[in-house]
């Protein structure tokens, strides 16, 4: 058994060393083998100083006020007490908190992939009358700062009634999803993507008959893919950690997210324990590190492709 493991995988040693900015010829130098193994840790440090914030914060979410406020300082809890945990979960239904972060996360994945394709497919592809001014208006648009939207973001929301701490329906999401649903970068990244596609399939499409609204659907779209992909990442991870306009909108606590939530149990009277706040912590980011593993390769590859475009 010991040989056939050791026949599927091979010990990789320098001399089988072919791709990267060093082969094996390289590594016969003293000096390269250096530096080589001064840069690995040096990425075991970083993946240390990554690493080690959420280790401390477990840590200490585990521990007693005693532990905490003692003056004898240690690092892991002294007596572990995973029942709080689920005291915390039931105290506060924290589940409900998960639920409206999953719908509201849902919907903006969906606003932003479908209306920012929509008018990037219109301006880059359809090219109607003024698509020019429009693309402008757009550029413009991204370089107004956001903070400075919000005033009138949240009057327009008002006007629609949409401010109504009675309202316990999630139609309430609705103007945040559409926030997700015009979103410049968003658009850029498709009207981006979409110049490039292939015209020869457009025009192959037309010849057949088929309507702007089937080349958008039938052509368009499943070339889209990994654009479709990155988008919905952006827009997943910017909803889960959204905080100031869930914060004004969400007016009935029965709507909070997680982040929202959690913001208005730290001003809750008798204070929450340091344990238990940072406990509250823990579970916030738990989701983000779920998403995290299993789209990790789809995450990495989102930085190399934006770093080799730019």
Same mark, same amino acid.
């Given at each position: 058994?010991?040989?056939?493991?050791?026949?599927?995988?091979?010990?990789?040693?320098?001399?089988?060393?072919?791709?990267?900015?060093?082969?094996?010829?390289?590594?016969?130098? =003293?000096?390269?083998?250096?530096?080589?193994?001064?840069?690995?840790?040096?990425?075991?440090?970083?993946?240390?100083?990554?690493?080690?914030?959420?280790?401390? $914060?477990?840590?200490?979410?585990?521990?007693?006020?005693?532990?905490?406020?003692?003056?004898?300082? =240690?690092?892991?809890?002294?007596?572990?007490?995973?029942?709080?945990?689920?005291?915390?979960?039931?105290?506060?239904?924290?589940?409900?908190?998960?639920?409206? =972060? %999953?719908?509201?996360?849902?919907?903006?994945?969906?606003?932003?992939?479908?209306?920012?394709?929509? %008018?990037?497919?219109?301006?880059?592809?359809?090219?109607?009358?003024?698509?020019?001014?429009?693309?402008?208006?757009?550029?413009?648009?991204?370089?107004?700062?956001?903070?400075?939207?919000?005033?009138?973001? $949240?009057?327009?929301?008002?006007?629609?009634?949409?401010?109504?701490?009675?309202? +316990?329906?999630? $139609?309430?999401?609705?103007?945040?999803?559409?926030?997700?649903?015009?979103?410049?970068?968003?658009?850029?990244?498709?009207?981006?993507?979409?110049?490039?596609?292939?015209?020869?399939?457009?025009?192959?499409?037309?010849?057949?008959?088929?309507?702007?609204?089937?080349?958008?659907?039938?052509?368009?779209?499943?070339?889209?893919?990994?654009?479709?992909?990155?988008?919905?990442?952006?827009?997943?991870?910017?909803?889960?950690?959204?905080?100031? $306009?869930?914060?004004?909108?969400? +007016?009935?606590?029965?709507?909070?997210?997680?982040?929202?939530?959690?913001?208005?149990?730290?001003?809750?009277?008798?204070?929450? +324990?340091?344990?238990?706040?940072?406990?509250?912590?823990?579970?916030?980011?738990?989701? +983000?590190?779920?998403?995290?593993?299993?789209?990790?390769?789809?995450?990495?590859?989102?930085?190399?492709?934006?770093?080799?475009?730019?």
């Amino acid at each position: 058994m010991s040989s056939q493991k050791n026949k599927q995988r091979p010990i990789l040693r320098f001399k089988d060393k072919r791709g990267g900015f060093l082969n094996f010829a390289d590594y016969r130098k =003293t000096s390269n083998k250096v530096w080589y193994f001064l840069i690995i840790l040096i990425l075991v440090f970083f993946a240390f100083v990554a690493i080690f914030p959420m280790v401390f $914060l477990f840590a200490s979410a585990m521990k007693s006020v005693q532990e905490i406020n003692s003056t004898t300082y =240690t690092f892991w809890p002294q007596m572990w007490d995973f029942g709080k945990i689920g005291r915390l979960w039931e105290r506060f239904d924290f589940g409900r908190y998960y639920l409206n =972060t %999953l719908i509201y996360v849902a919907g903006a994945m969906v606003c932003s992939v479908v209306f920012n394709s929509l %008018l990037a497919y219109a301006v880059a592809v359809v090219k109607p009358v003024g698509y020019k001014v429009i693309n402008t208006l757009i550029f413009l648009g991204y370089m107004v700062p956001t903070i400075l939207n919000i005033f009138p973001l $949240l009057q327009e929301i008002k006007d629609f009634g949409f401010l109504d701490p009675d309202h +316990q329906s999630y $139609l309430t999401f609705l103007p945040l999803w559409l926030g997700f649903g015009a979103n410049a970068y968003y658009y850029m990244l498709f009207r981006d993507y979409f110049s490039r596609l292939p015209k020869s399939l457009v025009e192959a499409s037309k010849m057949d008959g088929a309507n702007q609204f089937d080349v958008f659907v039938r052509v368009i779209l499943p070339l889209s893919r990994p654009i479709i992909g990155i988008v919905a990442i952006f827009a997943m991870t910017a909803s889960y950690s959204d905080f100031l $306009l869930p914060y004004c909108v969400l +007016q009935s606590n029965n709507l909070q997210t997680v982040v929202v939530g959690i913001y208005n149990i730290s001003n809750v009277n008798p204070p929450l +324990q340091t344990p238990d706040f940072l406990l509250l912590i823990l579970l916030s980011i738990i989701p +983000q590190i779920i998403i995290f593993l299993i789209f990790q390769r789809q995450i990495m590859n989102v930085g190399a492709g934006k770093g080799s475009k730019e």
